[in-house]
């Protein structure tokens, strides 16, 4: 079956601009996580989504938002980026137990 | 808050050598451990451990899993230059509904 799948997988954007990275899960996954990783922090957790609700949110500035649609597919939204938002963007998947997939990431660029 | 420790955070080896990775945790209940391994974007997962002194297997990678000193250890033999890639030591979600990863251990193994 097919995994999960993150898009575009390189971007490029300039300081204030704003930027929209999507998620599709394994189908039949209704769990949704997005996590940011910089060399100096590691994996940071930014949220979970079930079923179209946010139930989790990580430690962030209020520019980082997502959304979650009732296929499951998932979006997240960084507005007014700023040079310390370039990093790999990772989604990952799960049916609620312990099974987590990873998507390969979007890697983003502030210049 | 549950925290993951790892150590070294970067780690430089030849071919064939043996090598020891560490990740200490702190959780306030514990359901397991998990360790995955990033080589390019995508974290894959290697193992689950949640029993003390039980080693988990697969080819030359071996975990376990000490839940008294709070610490997992996952040993890489003979090691290939296959096996460069950040290996990632990681909480799995409680209530909070996120993973909590260590900054990982970036292992290089050259020829």
């Known amino acids: 079956k097919a995994g999960v799948t993150q898009t575009p997988r390189y971007l490029i954007k300039t300081r204030g601009q704003q930027v929209t990275l999507s998620c599709s899960p394994i189908?039949?996954?209704?769990?949704v996580s997005w996590y940011q990783q910089t060399p100096g922090q590691g994996l940071q957790f930014l949220f979970e989504y079930f079923s179209e609700t946010q139930r989790n949110k990580g430690n962030f500035p209020g520019r980082f938002s997502g959304r979650q649609f009732s296929n499951s597919r998932s979006e997240m939204n960084v507005s007014t980026l700023e040079l310390g938002d370039s990093a790999l963007y990772l989604c990952?998947?799960?049916?609620?137990?312990?099974?987590?997939?990873f998507g390969s990431g979007t890697r983003l660029t502030v210049v | 808050e549950d925290k993951v420790v790892q150590s070294p955070l970067s780690l430089v080896v030849h071919e064939g050598d043996t090598v020891t990775l560490n990740c200490s945790y702190e959780v306030t209940n514990f359901r397991s451990l998990l360790w995955y391994k990033q080589e390019k974007k995508a974290p894959t997962f290697l193992f689950m451990l949640t029993s003390s002194g039980i080693e988990k297997k697969s080819g030359r990678l071996s975990s376990i899993l000490d839940k008294k000193e709070l610490f997992s250890i996952l040993n890489i033999t003979a090691t290939q230059t296959g096996d460069s890639a950040i290996y990632l030591c990681a909480l799995p979600p409680g209530s909070n509904y996120k993973l909590t990863f260590g900054k990982g251990t970036l292992l290089t193994v050259n020829p």
């Open positions: 189908s039949g996954h209704r769990s």
């Open positions: 990952a998947s799960t049916t609620g137990s312990l099974g987590y997939t």
